[in-house]
């Protein structure tokens, strides 16, 4: 069965830091990797998606991830965070095929400061 | 941009009662819709896909007679939650994919359930 493990649950960085938010997954065939995030009071929105290609994916906002391949990860990282990032961040991995079923991780809640 | 609409957005009902959640595609049709569930801090965790015209499938522990889908078109697919307790009080989600594996989901805004 397929799984995702975000480390970190509760992330407080001040404005202008770095963030990398860690996710490895567990799943025995190829994926569709995605991190969403969650604004307070709001839907789901895709921040960014891994199909195939360039395992380093750049997203909306600033952020982007790395597929590693070789250690199940897809780490997101923004090199400086502001305010408006304030969010709940999940990740999720699918399978490619066309009913696969989308797992995601247990989310971190990022806290950024003035 | 592909919209997901959800209602009602909360709801509050006794033991006992039974509670229709919508989940609407505004502008796309979508074959799969997704039902999800979130504890409080905790993952968004799969209830079942809903299939347009045939029977949805639930993930296991997730009793079918208690929380019914209907997909009955491309648009529109229902949980409901039946003789509702107050454990089911949580934030269920929908999401729905556009036509084609690689589109990404969209997400409904969910809409948080309280039994009292």
């Known amino acids: 069965a397929q799984s995702v493990s975000q480390h970190n649950h509760h992330v407080i960085l001040s404005e202008a830091a770095s963030l990398e938010l860690g996710c490895n997954y567990s799943?025995?065939?190829?994926?569709?990797l995605f991190w969403y995030v969650q604004y307070p009071g709001q839907h789901l929105q895709l921040l960014l998606k891994y199909f195939s290609g360039d395992p380093l994916v750049k997203g909306i906002k600033g952020f982007e991830a790395e597929f590693i391949k070789s250690k199940f990860s897809f780490n997101l990282r923004k090199p400086s965070v502001q305010w408006s990032d304030t969010a709940e961040y999940f990740c999720a991995v699918r399978g490619t095929g066309t009913a696969s079923k989308l797992t995601f991780g247990t989310g971190t809640r990022l806290q950024v400061t003035l | 941009g592909a919209v997901v609409s959800q209602h009602p957005s909360w709801v509050i009902c006794k033991s006992g009662t039974s509670v229709k959640i919508e989940c609407r595609s505004l502008?796309?049709?979508?074959?799969?819709m997704f039902w999800y569930r979130q504890f409080p801090k905790q993952s968004l965790m799969l209830m079942a896909t809903s299939n347009e015209g045939s029977k949805a499938t639930y993930e296991q522990g997730v009793e079918k007679d208690k929380f019914l889908i209907n997909h009955a078109s491309l648009t529109l697919s229902t949980l409901t939650v039946t003789s509702a307790h107050p454990e089911d009080s949580s934030f269920y989600i929908c999401s729905a994919r556009d036509q084609g594996a690689d589109s990404p989901l969209h997400f409904g805004n969910g809409t948080r359930l309280t039994v009292t």
């Open positions: 799943y025995g065939g190829t994926v569709n």
């Open positions: 502008d796309f049709q979508a074959t799969t």
